[in-house]
């Protein structure tokens, strides 16, 4: 079945503690993306891929990081967690052939920092 | 930069009634790409429907409907005799033809059906 997959998908965690939100596509999907989602603000982009080494910064990059070492994986990155990172993270794919394509999302990761 | 705008934050309606979610958006592209996405209360983000600029045609889907309107820069949304099932949060979105590939989103509706 095609999909994204995201792990885990209830995250607690406390100021400070540096963690990783794994995703994973098995579409051979070039272009990944990671969202977060606030109320009141809709989803709004962190960061993109459009193929493994080649990343670039969305609306909101602050205090993330990611890396694309193989095409299938986008993991994103809180080396020190804040509580204004507590927010629903969504990941995403689609082919590269163009932005007509839709994306296909992962089930989201609530992310909770204490 | 480009911009989806959806003013109705939450909406309730009766069972059965029909309601309209608003859309409008900004670009300075020709070309670029409309969406909308539903998520429920579970969480997942549904794909519900694409529309590309130069086709202005409007779309029908069981009791789905869109309209897409070029000269007013609008997307509207419309469920007709809503049913409880469809709660959720409705999001449009908007792609340009740029190398950015940036799907933007707007801030959702919240649709509340009451049995």
């Known amino acids: 079945e095609a999909q994204v997959t995201q792990n885990p998908r209830y995250l607690i965690t406390v100021t400070g503690k540096k963690l990783t939100v794994t995703c994973s596509q098995n579409?051979?999907?070039?272009?990944m993306s990671w969202y977060r989602q606030d109320p009141g603000l809709g989803l709004r982009q962190i960061y993109y891929?459009?193929?493994?080494?080649?990343?670039d910064k969305g609306d909101v990059p602050e205090g993330y990081k990611v890396s694309r070492k193989e095409k299938r994986n986008f993991p994103l990155i809180l080396e020190s967690p804040s509580p204004n990172q507590t927010s629903l993270y969504f990941c995403?794919?689609?082919?590269?052939?163009?932005?007509?394509?839709?994306?296909?999302f992962g089930s989201g990761t609530q992310l909770s920092v204490l | 930069a480009q911009k989806v705008t959806q003013a109705q934050t939450e909406i309730s309606v009766v069972e059965k009634e029909d309601v309209t979610l608003d859309c409008v958006y900004e670009t300075r592209d020709t070309t670029y790409y409309l969406f909308w996405y539903k998520q429920p209360p579970s969480g997942e983000l549904v794909f519900l429907i694409r529309?590309?600029?130069?086709?202005?045609q409007n779309e029908i889907s069981g009791r789905y409907s869109w309209n897409f309107q070029k000269s007013t820069s609008s997307f509207n949304f419309t469920i007709t005799a809503s049913q409880v099932v469809d709660s959720a949060v409705y999001f449009c979105?908007?792609?340009?033809?740029?190398?950015?590939?940036?799907?933007?989103f707007g801030k959702g509706n919240q649709v509340v059906v009451i049995p």
């Open positions: 995403a794919s689609r082919p590269l052939t163009g932005s007509y394509e839709k994306l296909f």
């Open positions: 529309r590309n600029s130069f086709d202005e």
């Open positions: 891929s459009m193929n493994v080494e080649v990343t």
């Open positions: 579409m051979n999907h070039e272009y």
């Open positions: 979105a908007l792609s340009e033809s740029d190398g950015n590939n940036r799907l933007a």
